[in-house]
């Protein structure tokens, strides 16, 4: 999850505000659950929370779209 912490902080530098979308595919190849979709909502919860006003997952379950505080 390095990478999604790395890719909203570079954009909170950039664009602070912005409204991203974070594609996580809906897990309908997995052997069991989905496994991205969880990591990238528990990143976001925990570690992402005080850099971010407020995430939604997509209709679909596909993306997650979150607003930077600006």
């Keep these: 999850m390095q990478k999604l912490r790395w890719f909203v902080e570079r954009w909170e530098r950039q664009r602070p505000g912005a409204v991203l979308e974070i594609v996580t595919g809906r897990g309908n190849r997995s052997a069991g659950a989905p496994v991205l979709k969880a990591a990238v909502e528990d990143v976001l919860r925990e570690?992402?929370?005080d850099?971010?006003?407020r995430w939604v997952v997509?209709?679909?379950g596909g993306?997650?779209?979150l607003e930077l505080k600006g």
């Design 51 to 53: 850099r971010i006003t």
């Design 58 to 60: 997509q209709p679909g």
């Design 63 to 65: 993306a997650v779209l």
């Design 47 to 49: 570690e992402l929370a």
